[in-house]
């Protein structure tokens, strides 16, 4: 499944009136909010996003998937340039599979589906897939600072995270700092049911080490190319 958007978001005049903070209660009510704060900040964040049972489930899942040893190292640049780095990133993923049987997983696709459609509606951002994956941060583990876009590449436009983590606790670390306008950080707990999504070309962002395993599924809405062989500006 895939997702695709614009950097510059535009209003369609038949959008709900704006929300100035995240929502925390229907799926519906979430995307709105998500919505209003891409259009308005770039960045936006829904809490509660998936019932704590789909939750639960996808924790699961990746704890099978680790035990299996179907999580693999991630690695960073792309092309020939691909490689593991440790010392920037540290996480072990999984690519997600559009197919899978798995009810948890299909349920958060289908979540993030919507999120889609709704962008594509209310701010006619043309997307058409997500590209996802797994990510599990063992404690220690981070990714330095770094901005979801490739110089000769536009097609990423939302970068959106569902964090899976149960129990969580600002002195656990593991926060997703998001550098905004004004030289501000945002740093954002990864706990359960938390989904931050913002514009991938504009807003440099870290994961911070953490004490504890760190869960997440994260990827990026995805556009078709504006122009064959140049890549967005603001990468």
Not at 9 to 24: D, F, G, I, Q, Y
Not at 132 to 140: D, F, I, V
């Amino acid at each position: 499944m895939a997702v695709r958007f614009g950097c510059n978001v535009e209003r369609s005049t038949n959008a709900h009136p704006p929300l100035t903070r995240a929502v925390t209660g229907s799926a519906a009510d979430t995307i709105a909010a998500l919505i209003d704060g891409i259009a308005e900040r770039g960045h936006a964040i829904g809490r509660a996003v998936l019932p704590e049972a789909t939750l639960a489930a996808l924790r699961e899942r990746v704890a099978s998937l680790d035990a299996a040893h179907a999580l693999r190292p991630a690695e960073v640049g792309r092309g020939e340039e691909q490689r593991r780095h440790a010392g920037v990133r540290g996480d072990r993923i999984r690519w997600l599979d559009e197919t899978s049987p798995d009810a948890a997983e299909a349920a958060a696709l289908a979540l993030l589906d919507a999120l889609r459609v709704a962008c594509n509606r209310s701010l006619m951002t043309g997307l058409v897939e997500y590209e996802g994956h797994y990510a599990l941060y063992p404690p220690g583990a981070s990714y330095a600072r770094h901005r979801d876009c490739f110089r000769d590449d536009d097609t990423r436009v939302i970068s959106a995270v569902l964090y899976l983590n149960d129990g969580w606790r600002v002195e656990d670390g593991g926060a997703l700092r998001l550098y905004v306008e004004g030289g501000r950080a945002i740093d954002v707990p990864p706990e359960a049911g938390t989904l931050v999504a913002f514009l991938s070309a504009r807003f440099d962002h870290e994961v911070l080490p953490a004490r504890r395993p760190r869960l997440a599924l994260t990827g990026w809405f995805r556009r078709r190319p504006l122009a064959s062989g140049h890549g967005h500006p603001a990468c």
